[in-house]
Nanobody
Framework: QVQLVESGGGLVQAGGSLRLSCAAS????????MAWFRQAPGKEREFLAV????????AYADSVKGRFTISRENAKNTVYLQMNSLQPDDTAVYYC??????????????????WGQGTQVTVSS
């Protein structure tokens, strides 16, 4: 089973961009579909984006479609989330998650096997 560590969060002004990274340990990263979620204070964990083992198939939440892009580099055991046009409503703790299974694009938290510890993203107005 892989272990996940996110990085790249921080403080950004509205309209700015950030790229989050999620580094996976272990030799089975390419067997996992990977996703990004976020959780704001007092709210449920929200699905953002998911991609299959090769990155050939993706799915996005409507709230981030066209602004966020998920990608992966299996040679580096890393998945990314490029976030553009950030707004204060995007402020949250961002988590990466993995599901053992190459093709299925799960979108609910309970379907994922492993989680990172989260990275804070704060967008100022």
């Amino acid at each position: 089973q892989v272990q996940l560590v996110e990085s790249g969060g921080g403080l950004v002004q509205a309209g700015g961009s950030l790229r989050l990274s999620c580094a996976a340990s272990g030799q089975t990263f390419s067997a996992y579909a990977m996703a990004w979620f976020r959780q704001a204070p007092g709210k449920e964990r929200e699905f953002l984006a998911v991609l299959n083992w090769s990155g050939s198939n993706t799915a996005y939440a409507d709230s981030v479609k066209g602004r966020f892009t998920i990608s992966r580099e299996n040679a580096k055991n890393t998945v990314y989330l490029q976030m553009n046009s950030l707004q204060p409503d995007d402020t949250a703790v961002y988590y990466c998650a993995g599901r053992n299974g190459r093709w299925y694009l799960a979108q609910t938290p309970g379907e994922f096997d492993v989680w990172g510890q989260g990275t804070q993203v704060t967008v100022s107005s």
